[in-house]
């Protein structure tokens, strides 16, 4: 079966802009959450989204934003780039219940801010 | 909160040997789950090894093992008959049992390994 999907894998933006990230999760999941990796901080989680409702957010300033599609698809968008935001940008997949059987990722959208 | 220490920056085994990479957390919960994730060069995070938490016993998958210690708070890697795919940075994470506001990884800061011919 098909794996989680992000799109695009790389991308270069200038300060100020805005963009916006695209995550498809495996058929059938319905939790879909966003991660930062940055050499500095590591992997933080951003948000999750469930049946498209926001289920959990981590501490980001308001600029980041996302939402679910009824098809369970993702986006993230990240308003007013700065600098600081240049990461490779996670997105996870999993069924979203209480028993985890481990989130699928993908191979992640590489943003370059300059 | 939850933190999850990954003390050893890098870590370096000869091929066919065995190496083991250390992770230690903490939580106030008593239901959560563990796991061993790989990152390659090509970025996209694998899942090595889950293990839950109310299991007294360690989780295997073929040539992956963990030591599971609950009371310490330690949850280390066993790599057996290392090879050359091996090499790649590995996170442990931790996730509580409980949805909702808890639905999340907590990941440690990752170790480097290399693997020598």
């Known amino acids: 079966k098909a794996g989680v999907t992000q799109t695009p894998r790389y991308l270069i933006k200038t300060r100020g802009q805005q963009v916006t990230l695209s995550c498809s999760p495996i058929s059938g999941h319905r939790s879909v959450s966003w991660y930062q990796q940055t050499p500095g901080q590591g992997l933080q989680f951003l948000f999750e989204?469930?049946?498209?409702?926001?289920?959990n957010k981590g501490n980001f300033p308001g600029r980041f934003s996302g939402r679910q599609f009824s098809n369970s698809r993702s986006e993230m968008n990240v308003s007013t780039l700065e600098l600081g935001d240049s990461a490779l940008y996670l997105c996870?997949?999993?069924?979203?219940?209480?028993?985890?059987?481990?989130?699928?990722f993908g191979s992640g959208t590489r943003l370059t801010v300059v | 909160a939850q933190t999850v220490t990954q003390s050893q920056p890098e870590m370096s085994v000869q091929e066919a040997e065995t190496v083991t990479l250390s992770c230690t957390y903490d939580?106030?919960?008593?239901?959560?789950?563990l796991f061993w994730y790989k990152q390659p060069p090509s970025r996209q995070m694998i899942l090595v090894i889950r293990q839950e938490a109310y299991k007294q016993q360690n989780a295997t998958e073929n040539r992956f093992s963990v030591n599971f210690q609950k009371a310490a708070k330690s949850f280390s890697l066993k790599i057996s008959d290392s090879q050359l795919g091996d090499a790649a940075m590995y996170f442990c994470?931790?996730?509580?049992?409980?949805?909702?506001?808890?639905?999340?990884?907590?990941f440690g800061k990752g170790i480097t390994l290399s693997v020598r011919p």
């Open positions: 996870a997949s999993s069924l979203g219940g209480a028993e985890q059987m481990g989130y699928t």
């Open positions: 939580t106030s919960e008593s239901d959560y789950y």
């Open positions: 989204y469930f049946s498209e409702t926001q289920r």
């Open positions: 994470a931790y996730r509580s049992a409980s949805t909702g506001a808890n639905s999340k990884l907590t």
